[in-house]
T-cell receptor, first 112, second 111 residues
């Protein structure tokens, strides 16, 4: 079993739709949960992170972590064509050498 | 401000040839450094990470090696490339458990 599982998509939605992206994980030591956005042929960039369980909101983006279910989500409200990219979840444990374990990424296309 | 440089952006190499990819970080000291490989449909696979000069941890047994000769320099090498080494290689640095900063990547094609 992979440590982090993510549906690779692709996911196509109309402009203005609410997008839901999800990851599951198996390592209970993970404490930091991150979402990265990656445009084609570029390096990933951090969108937001959450520590432990709970929700975090940043503009149109909301991250949710449910540690009891080992399940994390990213919601994008009022999606825009500029949101079209690959979204990767990533996780790390609190202690140690900050090893980031990534999901496979979900390709999202927002249609104008 | 901190910046990360990774080069070259694109590389085409024949099977059996050597490889050297270099990554340098500016504007920070003693960062954790990482090499990832990204293949289609497989996400980012952690290859090596380093917490200090000369300290390298390998995550996946493979045809590659890494070195950190200076605090902000990280090198990925191979003596003889295989077709399966093709992919998108990304260097990253971090000082926290919640944010890694990535370079722009090197697209390696082994022919």
């Amino acid at each position: 079993q992979k440590e982090v599982e993510q549906d690779p998509g692709p996911l196509s939605v109309p402009e203005g739709a609410i997008v839901s992206l999800n990851c599951t994980y198996s390592n209970s030591a993970f404490q930091y949960f991150m979402w990265y956005r990656q445009y084609s042929r570029k390096g990933p960039e951090l969108l937001m992170y959450t520590y432990s369980s709970g929700n975090k909101e940043d503009g149109r983006f909301t991250a949710q972590v449910d540690k009891s279910s080992k399940y994390i989500s990213l919601f994008i409200r009022d999606s825009q064509p500029s949101d079209s990219a690959t979204y990767l979840c990533a996780m790390s444990a609190e202690a140690g050498t900050y090893k980031y374990i990534f999901g496979t990424g979900t390709r999202l296309k927002v249609l104008a | 401000s901190q910046t990360i440089h990774q080069w070259p952006a694109t590389l085409v190499q024949p099977v059996g040839s050597p490889l050297s990819l270099e990554c340098t970080v500016e504007g920070t000291s003693n960062p954790n450094l990482y090499w990832y490989r990204q293949a289609a449909g497989r996400g980012l696979q952690l290859l090596f990470y380093s917490v200090g000069i000369g300290q390298i941890s390998s995550e996946v047994p493979q045809n590659l090696s890494a070195s950190r000769p200076q605090d902000r320099q990280f090198i990925l090498s191979s003596k003889k490339l295989l077709l399966s080494d093709s992919g998108f290689y990304l260097c990253a640095w971090s000082l926290t458990p919640y944010q890694a900063f990535f370079g722009q990547g090197t697209r390696l094609t082994v022919v």
